[in-house]
């Protein structure tokens, strides 16, 4: 009976021991899959119990039990040492909890870093007496966290360094952060201007729908682009090209929008710019009646204006388009040879320009047209097509026959005048003589381009000529000076005399000199001489008889008073009489000698 009772408490003390060993062994579990360990430290006894899990972190062996403060002291690194043994004079003087996160050493030389919590218990008079804790090898953790910290600070200086703008913005459109290039853009001093706002109040109204689509579609999971303008805190417009993406959180819920937008101002002007000379291109070659159009090697049609579509789409009875061929049998076999032998000529590099001269099948009219030809060639400097340009040439051709026409009515004018038209140096050297020369002085143009226009001129009227000639260079381009008549030797050797107009041309690329008009005026002069001199005599005859005239004139005036005073008798007034009678007999006299002498003088 009493064996069997010792058998009971053997077999109850086996039980436990091995229920003791499982728990034992699934601490030992847990402590090597969580990488963490048990201590305490024995303050009477000054020993320290680590668990097996320490010692597996220390890569020590657990047989080394039990350890001493110091040398658990010197498994700390040198660096975080202090720092732990302060923490824990810190715990047992004030009571705080201890949590200490610092470094160990391995034997091996790694450094390991853990994380510590541990109680004090203490005795009746709260002095400890032991302490009791755990540490995890944080290492993984703190190495992970390191390295994201350094990915986010990596990201955080691409982001500052960032010439476009990243913004984060929450569902309801409040900006959450932004780098300095979106500060800039948007003309914000500092973040806090910026942050917090509500990003729809920097949008031009005109684009505000269109900033609002990708912020809801991003909200929605879709990422998408947009182009929209912006007016910054100081007012000035930007155009934006922004793209927008959600940002969601670990269970996948969208709980921002991350926008990357571009300041495209310059690249939108630049556009527009294009655009508008583009427009400008298509008016200018749309709106004239050349003729555009360019073709590949195979005579299809790659661009052509208007002008030229109407042409061909008459010739081809049938709107034209681009890669139509430009060749057209309609209008019969040899204008489709004529056409094809331009084509290939200019395809096979051969710049070159031709005369068209034919009836518009549109307009019925007679047209003249300048065809030019330039071979387009790639990069490689292969030919791969052909530029025409058509240039209606009919007003030009019209005014050119009108200019041919004017030319001959003016030579014959010039040729069959009695105008000598001269163009002189300013040294009086003929550059130009007009055929009338031959009429005029009866020199031959050849003869007078020879000639100085001193060769020829009177001794006496070369000091006038030369004043003339300086006096015209002085006056303004296009203004003449007034008429002058000088004497100029005839071929015969005669002297004739001139009426001439010199006029400063000098500066006109026409003409490049001073143009003289002159006419013969040789009878003129003669007969205004002739009249002179007659005037003169007439003069002369005039001023000697007014004294014989006055005499017989004063006596008759005399006797007149005499009679009106009625104080003569009748004998007196007959003898009066009688002495007027003969008065105005003398008178008559002298006039009839005063005309008979007149007549002799007045050359009839």
Not at 68 to 85: I, Q
Not at 168 to 194: D, F, K, R, Y
């Amino acid at each position: 009976m009493k064996k069997k009772k010792n058998d009971k408490i053997e077999s109850a003390a086996s039980s436990v021991k091995g229920q003791g060993n499982k728990h034992e062994l699934i601490l030992r579990q847990m402590e090597s899959l969580a990488k963490i360990g048990h201590w305490d430290v024995d303050f009477v006894n000054q020993t320290l119990h680590w668990s097996e899990g320490v010692f597996h972190i220390l890569e020590m062996d657990p047989s080394s039990m039990p350890v001493d403060l110091e040398t658990g002291f010197l498994s700390v690194h040198p660096d975080d040492r202090e720092r732990a043994m302060l923490h824990m004079k810190e715990v047992l003087e004030t009571g705080i909890d201890y949590d200490l996160e610092c470094r160990l050493i391995t034997t091996t030389g790694k450094i390991k870093t853990i994380r510590s919590l541990a109680d004090v218990i203490r005795n009746e008079k709260n002095e400890p007496v032991q302490i009791v804790g755990i540490f995890q090898d944080i290492t993984e953790q703190r190495e992970a966290y390191h390295t994201l910290k350094q990915q986010e600070l990596r990201l955080s200086s691409i982001l500052q360094s960032e010439p476009e703008c990243v913004k984060v913005v929450s569902p309801e459109g409040i900006l959450v952060e932004m780098n300095p290039a979106g500060l800039q853009m948007i003309e914000a001093n500092n973040p806090e201007e910026a942050l917090g706002q509500k990003v729809e109040d920097l949008v031009n109204p005109l684009d505000l729908k269109f900033y609002q689509s990708i912020h809801n579609r991003a909200l929605q999971g879709i990422k998408s682009s947009t182009r929209f303008r912006i007016i910054g805190l100081k007012g000035t417009e930007r155009w934006m090209e922004s793209t927008a993406v959600p940002l969601a959180n670990q269970t996948g819920e969208i709980t921002s929008v991350l926008s990357v937008t571009r300041d495209i101002s310059d690249k939108v002007i630049s556009e527009e710019k294009l655009i508008r000379i583009k427009r400008n291109q298509e008016a200018l070659i749309n709106g004239t009646s050349d003729l555009i159009w360019s073709l590949d090697s195979k005579f299809c049609l790659i661009a052509a204006n208007k002008p030229f579509l109407d042409v061909m789409g008459f010739l081809r009875g049938a709107a034209a388009k681009e890669g139509d061929s430009v060749l057209i049998m309609s209008q019969g076999e040899a204008f489709y040879e004529k056409w094809k032998g331009y084509y290939e000529r200019g395809l096979s590099g051969e710049c070159f320009k031709t005369y068209e001269r034919f009836i518009s099948p549109i307009t019925q009219l007679e047209e003249h047209r300048e065809v030019f030809f330039n071979p387009i060639r790639n990069a490689d400097g292969q030919i791969t097509g052909l530029a025409c340009f058509s240039k209606d040439i009919t007003d030009l051709m019209a005014k050119r026959m009108e200019l041919v026409a004017s030319e001959k009515r003016y030579r014959a004018l010039v040729e069959n005048g009695v105008d000598v038209i001269a163009i002189l140096s300013t040294e009086g050297k003929a550059k130009y003589v007009s055929p009338s020369i031959t009429k005029v002085l009866g020199y031959t143009e050849s003869d007078a381009m020879h000639m100085n226009l001193f060769d020829f001129l009177h001794p006496d009227d070369v000091p006038k000529i030369i004043k003339r000639l300086e006096e015209v260079r002085s006056i303004p381009q296009g203004n003449s000076l007034p008429s002058h008549n000088f004497r100029i030797k005839h071929q015969d050797g005669s002297w004739r005399w001139v009426e001439s107009t010199i006029t400063n041309l000098i500066e006109d690329e026409n003409i490049g000199g001073i143009v003289d008009n002159f006419h013969d005026v040789t009878e003129r002069v003669f007969q205004i001489t002739a009249i002179q001199t007659q005037n003169e005599k007439l003069k002369a005859i005039a001023w000697t008889q007014s004294h014989v005239v006055r005499n017989p004139l004063a006596k008759i005036m005399g006797i007149v008073d005499l009679i009106k005073t009625g104080a003569l008798s009748l004998e007196e007034e007959r003898q009066s009489l009688d002495h007027l009678i003969e008065s105005a007999k003398e008178l008559d006299s002298i006039i009839q000698d005063i005309v008979l002498k007149s007549q002799r003088v007045i050359v009839p």
